[in-house]
């Protein structure tokens, strides 16, 4: 039961590992929307899966925010962004794809490294996956810090969240439910401001390109 | 009606205020205005009780000791007086209706976040509060849009939520240190709680945690190498806001490191924790000192100011008791000499239409109040006698002295030094010289500088002696930090 249990649950942290690192070599934001719809079900996936098996009721509610939320609601809001700027495509990051690639293989490994305190300290059968999901925290800065266009940073930033969800998750089987709620306001609030500059970003600059953000550099 | 309700309430009522009325009036600002010091009674109220030995609480949830009392008074001293100075009392201000309104809901939630961060006893929530003090600050940035307001806005939105979502994962690694040691509880994320399972956690887990954490308040309190969005949000943001964001919005930010550095010291031990931020401090302090010399925009000069502070007061903190002290007295002062200049800032701008030093001349013989207060201010803030700064930056040089660290403290001197002469250049610049043509001579809204002058006041008073409520505010803060 326990090895079903612990199986599974690095079986799905590895694959939100791998939608984060879809990012890294795929252009276009369409693609990287679906990642992060993928990414996000994944995660409601893990959630259902402690439920499941830690017995834990709240986390089955932290699952279904998880789908209706993060699932469903943002990747349609980030569609209809993303179709005003279709012309807008991720070609030329700070950091080609080669590179992006050994670098995200590197934080993964420290990932690994600085996580082992933390995995030797835990008695959850759910351990295991949380280097997979500080590498994900990891590789989600990483491609906020090294992509161009604003929309990308904004689905960066919703991995980065995603990674730490998924580190409450499998590392304390979830924060106290009403602060998980504190959590998921904050993260959807902090979307729509984001998608709002978005929109002012283009209006201004006529480009969502956050290299032509240069105004203020000294 | 408990202390908390009577600190909590106004903010909130004032932005719904804002909210139902519309189009705006003017009677709103003012309504905003007279709840603001209600507020601000409050705070002085939980000051008094803890004076008075006492610990307010109210259920699990909130919980006042002498640590949240002094940021408690500070950000609703500068929330008061951004309400009264704010867009939308006086007649011409600048702005037209809409931005007024904006800015009351936005800068009342904000304020309101602020409150909740440094009063809540639960490290999670706390995190909830900075977090959303980014988004309400955020929107407020570009009220008057311009390219530059937008992409200021924008670096502090997503530098500020990246940032600030790895105080979350060190938070969540806490937790588990908790967890694994005493088993879940509702109570687990309670810093009472964690501070008195301290001693049994997991040094090497509380390490990582404390890092992310340090990281991620950090960001939000303009600690370099993380300070990048801090010059462009704090010069671009309208006058009352930038006063809020350097005033408070750093010292709340710092507030949640000070929290986490009192359990983080037990668990991984006194010098390892303090090392940390001595580093950062160090590093800020550097960064912000030598960058004022390069400034052509007052309120870029101002911002990176805060950044010299803000590593200042992180160098107290890992001083010892002494050092807390030390800083918590440095974290008052700058709250209310950064509030006060970001808002004459606003003054000058309004009257000569442009941030850059080299437009500015003849200040003095422009808006000679104004002008004396800025003067004064900046005299204040670079740490000269008879203002607070001198005293508490003298404060820490002692306690660095106590605590054996003569080269850190060396570091200090040399670098207050660089920043010094730094701002007297071009503090001189704008304040003589003859007056730009097409600027017109004489003070605007008069009964503006009144709270302005006041604030000066209260510098002068803390540069002549420490008040003993004051004192011993301090005293129980160094007491709960640094044990």
């Given at each position: 039961m326990e090895t079903v249990f612990a199986r599974l649950v690095v079986l799905e942290s590895s694959l939100a590992l791998l939608f984060g690192l879809g990012m890294l070599w795929r252009r276009g934001v369409p693609a990287y929307i679906s990642a992060f719809r993928w990414q996000s079900l994944v995660l409601a996936a893990v959630a259902a899966t402690v439920a499941h098996f830690g017995r834990d009721r709240e986390l089955y509610l932290v699952a279904a925010l998880l789908v209706v939320v993060k699932g469903v609601a943002i990747p349609w809001l980030l569609r209809g962004t993303e179709r005003r700027f279709a012309s807008e495509r991720e070609l030329a990051p700070y950091v080609n794809t080669a590179t992006s690639l050994v670098v995200a293989s590197l934080l993964v490994l420290f990932a690994y490294a600085i996580m082992r305190p933390v995995v030797a300290a835990s008695h959850l059968p759910t351990r295991t996956g949380l280097p997979l999901a500080m590498g994900l925290v990891l590789v989600s800065l990483f491609v906020v810090t090294s992509r161009k266009k604003a929309l990308t940073q904004v689905v960066g930033f919703l991995m980065l969240e995603n990674g730490i969800a998924l580190l409450a998750i499998l590392g304390a089987y979830g924060v106290p439910f009403i602060v998980e709620l504190g959590v998921f306001l904050d993260a959807l609030m902090g979307f729509l401001v984001m998608q709002i500059f978005v929109y002012r970003i283009h209006e201004t600059f006529d480009t969502i390109d956050v290299d032509q953000l240069d105004r203020l550099r000294h | 009606?408990?202390?908390?309700?009577?600190?909590?309430?106004?903010?909130?009522?004032?932005?719904?205020?804002?909210?139902?009325?519309?189009?705006?009036?003017?009677?709103?600002?003012?309504?905003?205005?007279?709840?603001?010091?209600?507020?601000?009674?409050?705070?002085?109220?939980?000051?008094?009780?803890?004076?008075?030995?006492?610990?307010?609480?109210?259920?699990?949830?909130?919980?006042?000791?002498?640590?949240?009392?002094?940021?408690?008074?500070?950000?609703?001293?500068?929330?008061?007086?951004?309400?009264?100075?704010?867009?939308?009392?006086?007649?011409?201000?600048?702005?037209?209706?809409?931005?007024?309104?904006?800015?009351?809901?936005?800068?009342?939630?904000?304020?309101?976040?602020?409150?909740?961060?440094?009063?809540?006893?639960?490290?999670?929530?706390?995190?909830?509060?900075?977090?959303?003090?980014?988004?309400?600050?955020?929107?407020?940035?570009?009220?008057?849009?311009?390219?530059?307001?937008?992409?200021?806005?924008?670096?502090?939105?997503?530098?500020?939520?990246?940032?600030?979502?790895?105080?979350?994962?060190?938070?969540?690694?806490?937790?588990?240190?908790?967890?694994?040691?005493?088993?879940?509880?509702?109570?687990?994320?309670?810093?009472?709680?964690?501070?008195?399972?301290?001693?049994?956690?997991?040094?090497?887990?509380?390490?990582?945690?404390?890092?992310?954490?340090?990281?991620?308040?950090?960001?939000?309190?303009?600690?370099?190498?993380?300070?990048?969005?801090?010059?462009?949000?704090?010069?671009?943001?309208?006058?009352?806001?930038?006063?809020?964001?350097?005033?408070?919005?750093?010292?709340?930010?710092?507030?949640?490191?000070?929290?986490?550095?009192?359990?983080?010291?037990?668990?991984?031990?006194?010098?390892?924790?303090?090392?940390?931020?001595?580093?950062?401090?160090?590093?800020?302090?550097?960064?912000?000192?030598?960058?004022?010399?390069?400034?052509?925009?007052?309120?870029?000069?101002?911002?990176?100011?805060?950044?010299?502070?803000?590593?200042?007061?992180?160098?107290?903190?890992?001083?010892?008791?002494?050092?807390?002290?030390?800083?918590?007295?440095?974290?008052?002062?700058?709250?209310?000499?950064?509030?006060?200049?970001?808002?004459?800032?606003?003054?000058?701008?309004?009257?000569?239409?442009?941030?850059?030093?080299?437009?500015?001349?003849?200040?003095?013989?422009?808006?000679?109040?104004?002008?004396?207060?800025?003067?004064?201010?900046?005299?204040?803030?670079?740490?000269l006698p008879p203002f607070g700064m001198f005293v508490s930056e003298f404060a820490l040089v002692r306690a660095g002295f106590a605590a054996g660290r003569p080269v850190v403290i060396g570091l200090v001197l040399a670098l207050l030094a660089i920043g010094f002469v730094g701002v007297i250049a071009h503090l001189n610049r704008m304040l003589y010289g003859p007056v730009p043509a097409g600027v017109s001579v004489g003070e605007g809204s008069r009964w503006a500088l009144v709270p302005l002058a006041g604030c000066a006041a209260v510098l002068m008073v803390l540069g002549l002696t420490v008040p003993a409520p004051i004192e011993t505010l301090l005293v129980r803060i160094a007491e709960i930090v640094a044990p």
């Open positions: - | 009606m408990s202390p908390f309700a009577l600190l909590l309430a106004p903010s909130l009522v004032s932005a719904l205020l804002a909210l139902v009325v519309r189009p705006y009036r003017r009677v709103v600002g003012w309504a905003n205005g007279v709840l603001s010091l209600l507020a601000f009674s409050a705070a002085i109220h939980l000051w008094a009780r803890v004076l008075a030995g006492d610990t307010p609480v109210a259920g699990d949830l909130l919980r006042a000791d002498a640590l949240s009392a002094l940021l408690a008074l500070c950000v609703s001293g500068v929330a008061a007086l951004a309400a009264w100075l704010g867009p939308g009392v006086g007649a011409d201000d600048g702005y037209d209706r809409g931005q007024a309104r904006t800015f009351r809901i936005f800068a009342n939630l904000f304020a309101f976040t602020m409150l909740f961060a440094v009063t809540t006893d639960n490290v999670g929530f706390m995190w909830v509060a900075i977090e959303a003090t980014t988004i309400t600050s955020a929107v407020l940035i570009p009220l008057h849009a311009s390219r530059a307001s937008v992409e200021a806005s924008w670096k502090y939105i997503l530098i500020g939520s990246v940032g600030i979502a790895l105080a979350f994962a060190g938070t969540v690694i806490a937790y588990f240190d908790f967890v694994a040691m005493a088993g879940r509880d509702h109570l687990s994320l309670n810093w009472t709680v964690l501070r008195d399972a301290a001693p049994a956690l997991d040094p090497q887990v509380m390490q990582l945690a404390f890092v992310f954490i340090l990281i991620g308040y950090g960001t939000k309190a303009g600690l370099a190498p993380m300070h990048t969005w801090l010059p462009d949000a704090h010069s671009e943001a309208p006058a009352a806001l930038s006063a809020m964001m350097s005033g408070v919005l750093l010292a709340v930010a710092l507030y949640a490191v000070v929290r986490w550095q009192a359990v983080a010291q037990v668990t991984i031990g006194r010098g390892l924790a303090e090392g940390f931020v001595a580093m950062l401090g160090l590093l800020s302090l550097a960064i912000g000192a030598l960058s004022l010399w390069s400034q052509r925009n007052y309120k870029r000069l101002l911002a990176y100011s805060s950044i010299e502070h803000t590593g200042l007061v992180c160098v107290g903190l890992a001083l010892g008791p002494l050092g807390v002290f030390a800083a918590m007295l440095h974290l008052l002062n700058h709250s209310v000499a950064k509030s006060m200049m970001f808002l004459l800032a606003g003054r000058v701008l309004h009257r000569y239409r442009t941030a850059e030093i080299s437009g500015v001349s003849g200040l003095l013989r422009v808006m000679p109040w104004t002008g004396g207060l800025f003067a004064a201010g900046m005299l204040a803030v670079i740490g």
